[in-house]
């Protein structure tokens, strides 16, 4: 059974656990915990400080470090102690961390240990679904749920229109079917544009039975299971948009962002957020221009050494 064994989980998920509270931000990022269910153990390198060994850790996956203090035990030097054991263990290799909401004792850190601030990833907040522009679908394309036929065109599509991107372009079939495998995964909120002139014999957008034509893009949305509607707040996720580069410029990146906005309203979202590079503009427009927000402290950092 791959992960750590529970116990040191369990050390780990109570010092994340109490970090999230704190900071409002999750220390453990979707790829570390996909890393913590599904590799083996001895891909997960952890460190542990404290008193009882319970108030820091570090893990390591490939050349990723995640180094947590629990929010009671800051500013005694735990983190600083990881982080030399970390660098000397890997010295000469590559290593990155991210800095989840730009937190100033990561720059001090990254200081001292000889890290430069490698990637600014926003995030941006479309903090009301109520007054969303009407989805007005145009002649020819069709707006449709996945289905599993679609797994080939959207691995092409993921690859193609994130081919610079250093995670998100490397997604394959297993990493697809591991992230379908999640419990919020739900085929209706991954949304498909295609084109149903170019590649159906009697399609013309409308109808449920005229033939499959060509992807051109997709919308990932993420709902996360939990609170019902009602019981207050209810984030979705704009997960994944991508538009191949060959139909890119045409306004399918707004019109898939915007169905999806509608389907995570549909489905009880009450406010929706986003991941996006800082250095990507034409992304950043697209969501501005339907009202998402970024501040300034909403950033995470990535830092690089070696
Ligand atoms: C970002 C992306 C989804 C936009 O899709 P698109 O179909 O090209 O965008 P649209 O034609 O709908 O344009 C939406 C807005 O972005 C602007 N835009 C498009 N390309 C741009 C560029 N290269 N630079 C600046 N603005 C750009 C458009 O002018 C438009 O703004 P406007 O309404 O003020 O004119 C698409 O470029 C893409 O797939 N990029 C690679 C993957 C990615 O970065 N995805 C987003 C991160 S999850």
Redesign the pocket.
């Known amino acids: 059974m791959p992960g750590l064994d529970s116990r040191l989980a369990e050390t780990l998920d109570a010092i994340a656990a109490a970090a999230r509270e704190d900071d409002g931000t999750d220390p453990l990022d979707e790829a570390t915990r996909l890393a913590l269910a599904h590799r083996a153990e001895d891909e997960l390198t952890v460190w542990l400080a404290g008193p009882d060994g319970d108030d820091a850790f570090a893990l390591l996956v490939d050349d990723d470090l995640t180094l947590v203090t629990r929010p009671a035990a800051r500013g005694q030097g735990w983190a600083a102690m990881l982080l030399a054991e970390v660098t000397a263990v890997t010295e000469g290799e590559g290593l990155t961390a991210w800095s989840h909401g730009d937190h100033p004792a990561a720059v001090r850190l990254a200081e001292e240990f000889g890290f430069t601030r490698a990637r600014d990833l926003w995030v941006m907040r479309l903090p009301d679904l109520t007054d969303l522009p009407p989805l007005e679908v145009p002649d020819g394309i069709r707006v449709r749920g996945y289905v599993e036929s679609d797994a080939a065109e959207v691995l092409r599509i993921n690859a193609a229109?994130?081919a610079d991107?250093p995670e998100?372009g490397r997604m394959d079939a297993d990493d697809l079917a591991r992230r379908m495998a999640e419990d919020w995964f739900d085929p209706a909120g991954l949304l498909v544009a295609e084109d149903v002139v170019a590649g159906g014999s009697g399609g013309s957008g409308g109808s449920g039975d005229a033939a499959r034509g060509t992807l051109l893009?997709f919308h990932w949305t993420k709902l996360p299971r939990g609170s019902a509607a009602g019981a207050g707040r209810r984030t979705g996720e704009?997960?994944?948009?991508?538009?191949?580069?060959a139909?890119?410029?045409?306004?399918?990146?707004?019109?898939?962002?915007l169905a999806g906005l509608h389907h995570l309203r549909e489905r009880g979202a009450t406010d929706v957020e986003?991941?996006?590079?800082g250095d990507?503009?034409?992304?950043q427009?697209?969501y501005s221009?339907l009202g998402f927000l970024h501040a300034a402290a909403d950033t995470h950092v990535q830092y690089r050494r070696g």
Not at 238 to 245: E, K, Q, R, S, T
Not at 247 to 257: E, I, S, Y
Not at 280 to 283: D, G, L, Q, T
């Open positions: 229109a994130f991107h998100q893009g704009v997960y994944v948009v991508g538009i191949d580069p139909a890119q410029g045409r306004g399918l990146g707004r019109l898939l962002t986003l991941y996006v590079e990507n503009h034409a992304a427009r697209t221009r």
